[in-house]
């Protein structure tokens, strides 16, 4: 059992920065690879970034290559997503997730256990 809380979430101008951290309860933590989801209003919830149980392989969707960098320090029970060069489609509550299991990082079946969510909105 895997207990995530995000925090970081705000507003902020178009190409600024904000970090989103996820807290994790749980000894197991550092055996799940781990991914960020968002969600616009009025759209699906659609794959971010994800991080192996390790950190040494990292994912991202097209729209946030070189932006955006996911990371994770097993030893605080943590995860981070660093947002930078921000714009107003970024905007979206933000879910940090613990998958289960499977061969696509991307697919969000894949991940058992959820946050809360964390509100981003981006001004232009």
């Known amino acids: 059992q895997v207990q995530l809380v995000e925090s970081g979430g705000g507003l902020v101008q178009a190409g600024g920065s904000l970090r989103l951290s996820c807290a994790a309860s749980?000894?197991?933590?550092?055996?799940?690879?781990l991914g960020w989801f968002r969600q616009a209003p009025g759209k699906e919830r659609e794959f971010v970034a994800a991080?192996?149980?390790?950190?040494?392989?990292?994912y991202y969707a097209d729209s946030v290559k070189g932006r955006f960098t996911i990371s994770r320090d097993n030893a605080k029970n943590t995860m981070y997503l660093q947002m930078n060069s921000l714009k107003p489609e970024d905007t979206a509550v933000y879910y940090c997730a613990a998958r289960s299991g499977g061969s696509d990082y991307t697919r969000i079946y894949e991940y058992k256990y959820w946050g809360q969510g964390t509100q981003v909105t981006v001004s232009s």
């Open positions: 749980g000894r197991t933590f550092s055996s799940y690879a």
């Open positions: 991080i192996t149980w390790s950190g040494m392989s990292t």
